[in-house]
């Protein structure tokens, strides 16, 4: 984070120079608003900068142990598909649902990636070497009957 004092830190310094409901009238804020700043306001404006709401740990995110038994299980059955692949796991200890496998799987990078097509690139025509060379005729064959002329 930066050590510069923004416009909103400092709004919500001049927030602390009155009282709560003083504060909530002049600034049309909630007094729930001015109370939560004035929880964390220490007398610094460097206590009132917005904090990462980001959490720090996810509680069922997939263990090393875990992650290790996928990657070994693959590296020795690379061509098993995937309800196969989860089903050995399971019978190993793995608890978790096919999808958290699948999305494991594609974070690790452990699909094989397909090859890419090649880009069609057009052949060249053969240059014709005289007029008429290359000549082509229609032909529809209508029944007598149908000729007006007969």
Not at 81 to 86: F, T
Request: glycine share 4%; hydrophobic share 30%; charged share 30%.
């Amino acid at each position: 984070m930066s050590k510069s004092i923004t416009q909103d830190m400092a709004y919500r310094q001049s927030l602390m120079k009155y009282g709560v409901s003083r504060a909530s009238w002049k600034y049309n804020k909630s007094r729930s608003y001015i109370y939560f700043w004035k929880s964390r306001w220490d007398g610094r404006v460097a206590s009132l900068p917005c904090q990462s709401r980001h959490p720090h740990n996810h509680p069922n995110q997939h263990t090393e142990a875990e992650l290790k038994l996928i990657r070994d299980l693959r590296r020795r059955n690379p061509s098993l598909g995937m309800v196969e692949l989860w089903h050995r796991l399971r019978l190993r200890g793995y608890t978790r649902r096919l999808e958290s496998l699948f999305r494991v799987m594609c974070k690790l990078g452990l699909f094989p990636t397909a090859e890419k097509k090649k880009a069609y690139k057009p052949q060249p025509y053969e240059e014709m070497t005289y007029p008429g060379q290359r000549v082509q005729v229609d032909v529809k064959v209508v029944s007598r009957r149908c000729i007006a002329d007969t």
